[in-house]
């Protein structure tokens, strides 16, 4: 069996060669997911003074499962949602990021060759970090037609003896969908459940996110989160995995050896974070407004566009629309926008190929969006 990078195509794709030739002309571009590049600045005296508490009592006593203090942040956390979870402290894992925790999970849940069922519109993280720990990643099916809810017929049909778990993006990323009620092929197959949640703070036709463990208690859930999308804090580099009880029972023994292999999170962020939770909470109220009213003013603009099928977002911060008798490929319509002055993805890239798509993101700064959106709706009923 040969390495990842072995086995992986690394020169550029034509979307990717011609975003670097327009650069010089400029574009919108209407796909960035980085909020300290959009105006999302988390408040400074907040992380200041989170930060000198830790300065003055510096001290390195790992935990395999993190800073206790922080793992207690976030038990409070999740007792505080809108459907509340129960987990208690030794719940809780903290990692370096939400990535490292799903390799540890795919370690810890996978031998070579087995598989994970995943969407069959999937991130490409999700891609490489399989091929990292030698799993198959099974597409199941989102239906489209149904608001991208998951099919459970595709759930049964993708799993056999070597199928070992779940993974679940709620809100999803890129189509917005949120699980709002439990999903009986779920308990049929009793197989643990990888829910990553880092886009639960962000809803929008949804009036909250369910932690998944709330809505299958009697399934292992493991629940991905971390302050990069909460607190727009990508540059702190810290997330967590909580596990209801069925999860605990079975495997955080197991977790924590393998967290303590690695101890990845820094003390000084696991120190910050109850802070975050007592004071962000205002900020994560504002993010939430101006991504409303950027999704808002994104479905506005392109339901002026008879040629798009755009569908309201459960929540998250970005939109799938379908565009309709594309006569072309999906990568020349990229391309053809890009010429404009606009820069999205298409579907594709989401391994999605029914259909033409294109993914924009509304965390994009209000003016800029706007200005982008002018554009790409100006395009596309000349295209």
Known sequence: MTGFLAETDLSANRIELARRRAAARGYVDLTSSNPTQQGLLFPPDILREAADAYWTTRRYNPDPRGLPQARESIVQYYAARPQPLRVERDDVFITASTSEAYGLLFALLAEPGDNILAPDVTYPLFEYLASIYHVELRPYRMDESRDWAINPTSLYAQTDERTRAVLIISPHNP???????????????????????????????????????ALHPGVPVFHLNGVSKMFALPDLKLGWIALNAPASARYAERLEMLNDTFLSANTLTQTMLPALFERGGGFVGMMRERIRASLDLAMAALSTCDGLEVRAPDGGYYLFPAVRDWPGEEEDLILRLLDAGVLVHPGFFYSYTRGVHLMLSCLTEPTRLQHGLDILVKALKTL
């Open 175 to 213: 189509t917005g969908m949120v699980v709002q009620s439990a999903i009986a092929a779920l308990t049929d197959l009793g197989l643990p459940i990888i829910c990553d949640e880092v886009f639960a703070e962000f809803v929008y036709r949804a009036p909250h996110t369910p932690p998944l463990g």
